[in-house]
């Protein structure tokens, strides 16, 4: 039997395990560190590394790394050994605060835009204390920031720590305003939910796109797809629940808050969701996530997609980013208590949000734009590219009437009465939940549910707490000087909420009406990664980051490069292995079908003229017909790669990809999905959609 409050966080060198293994004055002299943010003394890190070295040994270690977050989306570690040689020929285990403090990766191999060129090779980790160090395959992991040796920032953790200090420190301002003493510091925090696909391993060895992209790119429908929606919900087949439960267990250790599973919409797609937690703690385990999910899944034989869109024709997966704001005071900064109209220090949070998401929707867009999730927006899964937020007929009811100045009529929902004796009568909520919001209230937290699976969550993140920053920075600016402050807060919220409310959207996200009415409000539909990455260089969105030092100019820039980049490189790849199924499996197993119809046939004329082969002669003409578009397909395919490749500025190849060579890999896969479902199951070379969406039993 599971002990879960022993296992959970046994693999970490949590608070409890440092307050335990650490002397009292270097304890006290850590918590200092993480919470005031002051330089580590040099002797106390010593002290640190030695207690983290022990623990970490007694759990079978036996090297450590710096974990960290490069720009490449997922995570990097370099393995060193604790071993060090005596003078007798033998080693002794050490472990140093200067190896905890600092490491030395390559800074030239990682993606840096240009910041690093192959000659300017040293770049630095540096340790995060306020992220716990945690042991994973017998390796001590320590969370660390990377940035290069001229001090830019070459990860997704670096700025993420600056957009909490950001958010930190003008929050407090904002809060001494409106008569709140006591709190000293402002966390954001966020509970990230997990989509996934598992498929069966020996299915997915046979299929070079999921191998070489984490995607289909050819593959006709299965007979049976989501349209029944019994798989949402529905009861976890015992090999997916032995996944699921061995996945709990391995993220518990990990200090992991994982809380809820489930079975998701479409056939083989399922969630995890996490209890919130700071938003750097959250990320980090995010990325974590997301390593164990595809390990756990590979001892059952099991692969984890976690691909925004896998399989065409069913839903694909999102990572809905539950954001928050509290004081280390414990208090909720966006509850909106019993009556949300008098509760001023909520509707100038909600104020700060709503213009924030007004004002620099294109760069919460920007955020969440991928080659993947360009797949997976506006779907039936997926919020569409314009941004937009539902905060609900009650909250809606209330900002209606700050800006006519009236007074607010209570509305009370009552209790949900269901009709029958036995079963509880219950509190409704005041307002629905809207699935086709890109950015929804629901309750104390800001749902953005426009992210893709794969993505680091410190993107939206960085965007979210730079940006709520930078609106409590404006109204602090406004309300400091003023004689009577709390007069002025309420014509501030009175006044934005006016001009702003434009944002607010809390119906139906998938209309067509809504498109035409978001152009009218004057809201961006950024349909893809390549129209939308553009606005990241905005000038407005430049000074935004310069100001609140989230971004250096250069880092800015790198970074539109580097992601303009990986949109190309993965578009090519996905062509180059859809070229390689064409020309090698497809076109083959094709012709050979024809043959043996035409063989048949001609076999059938041999015995006797009497015979008919119309039938075979139906489909050898429908086959040819489509095997010879396909050939010239492949060809157009073939010549649009290679004059993307001819493109030297970035942002006109990343368009070309996304418009010209996107198009032909569409073009050609629907000539081969026809063709697949006409030839002979034996003769087709790879698993169907059927076998791949129900193969796990």
């Known amino acids: 039997m599971v002990k879960i409050p022993e296992l959970f966080g046994s693999m970490v060198f949590d608070d409890a395990t440092m307050k335990e293994r650490l002397p009292k004055e270097t304890y006290k002299a850590l918590k200092k560190t993480i919470k005031d943010g002051e330089p580590l003394d040099i002797n106390v890190a010593n002290i640190v590394a030695n207690a983290m070295k022990d623990w970490a040994l007694e759990l079978g270690a036996t090297h450590y790394t710096h974990w960290f977050q490069p720009m490449t989306g997922i995570t990097a570690e370099k393995h060193d050994s604790f071993i060090n040689p005596t003078d007798d020929g033998k080693v002794i285990m050490e472990f140093s605060g200067k190896e905890l403090i600092k490491g030395e990766p390559d800074a030239s191999s990682f993606p840096s835009g240009g910041i690093r060129a192959t000659f300017e090779a040293r770049g630095y980790t540096a340790w995060d204390p306020t992220s716990y160090a945690f042991v994973k395959d017998q390796t001590l992991c320590i969370p660390t920031a990377f940035c290069s040796y001229t001090g830019e920032a070459l990860d997704k953790k670096t700025p993420l720590l600056r957009s909490m200090e950001r958010i930190s420190d003008e929050a407090v301002r904002i809060l001494r305003v409106l008569g709140d003493d006591e709190t000293t510091r402002v966390v954001t925090t966020v509970g990230a939910e997990q989509e996934y696909f598992l498929i069966d391993k020996d299915l997915f060895d046979k299929r070079k796109d999921l191998i070489y992209t984490g995607r289909t790119l050819f593959g006709a429908k299965s007979p049976k797809g989501q349209e029944l929606e019994d798989h949402y919900f529905g009861s976890l087949k015992p090999r997916v629940l032995a996944y699921m439960q061995d996945l709990d ?391 649009k790669v290679n004059s993307a490749r001819e493109i030297n500025d970035v942002a006109q190849r990343a368009l070309y990809y996304g418009e010209e060579v996107l198009s032909a890999m569409n073009e050609l896969r629907v000539v081969g999905d026809e063709m697949e479902v006409s030839v002979s199951s034996q003769y087709w070379p790879y698993p169907s959609y059927g076998e791949l969406l129900y193969g796990v039993r």
């Open 249 to 639: 267990r391995e993220l518990w250790k990990l200090g992991i808050y994982s809380k809820t599973r489930h079975n998701e919409v479409a056939p083989a797609q399922h969630e995890m969701a996490p209890i919130f937690t700071t938003t750097n703690l959250a990320t980090d385990h995010n990325q974590l996530t997301m390593e164990v999910m595809k390990k756990v899944a590979n001892k059952h034989n099991l692969v984890c997609l976690l691909h925004e869109k896998p399989f065409a024709g069913v839903n694909g997966s999102g990572k809905h980013n539950n954001w928050s704001i509290s004081t280390n005071t414990g208090r909720n900064l966006l509850k909106p208590g019993k009556n949300p109209i008098e509760n001023t220090e909520f509707l100038v949070f909600l104020a700060a949000i709503m213009k924030g998401v007004y004002e620099y929707q294109d760069l919460l867009r920007v955020s969440v734009a991928s080659a993947g999730n360009d797949h997976r927006l506006g779907a039936h899964e997926a919020p569409p590219a314009i941004i937009s937020m539902f905060i609900g007929d009650d909250l809606e009811a209330v900002v209606n009437a700050i800006i006519d100045g009236k007074d607010m009529v209570k509305n009370d929902v009552g209790n949900m009465e269901l009709g029958v004796g036995v079963l509880p009568d219950f509190k409704k909520d005041t307002t629905d939940r809207n699935r086709t919001s890109p950015f929804a209230f629901t309750g104390n937290k800001f749902e953005f549910r426009s992210l893709g699976s794969s993505l680091n969550i410190a993107c939206p993140n960085i965007m979210l707490n730079t940006i709520v920053a930078e609106e409590l920075s404006q109204f602090a600016d406004e309300v400091e000087p003023a004689q009577d402050k709390q007069s002025a807060v309420k014509a501030l919220i009175r006044r934005v909420f006016r001009e702003y409310k434009d944002i607010v959207f809390n119906g139906d996200n998938y209309s067509e009406e809504w498109v035409a009415e978001a152009k009218r409000r004057g809201l961006l539909n950024l349909r893809s990664m390549p129209i939308a990455m553009p606005h990241f260089i905005d000038e407005k969105n430049v000074a935004l980051f310069n100001k609140h030092n989230v971004h250096t100019r250069r880092e800015i820039f790198s970074r539109y490069e580097i992601q303009q980049e990986e949109y190309c490189r993965v578009l090519n790849i996905e062509a180059l292995t859809m070229l390689d199924m064409a020309r090698k499996d497809i076109f083959p197993a094709v012709s050979r079908y024809i043959h043996e119809l035409t063989d048949t046939c001609n076999a059938k004329k041999m015995l006797s003229t009497a015979l008919i082969c119309d039938a075979e002669i139906d489909l050898i003409d429908k086959l040819s017909r489509l095997l010879n578009c396909f050939y010239q397909k492949i060809n157009v395919l073939e010549t």
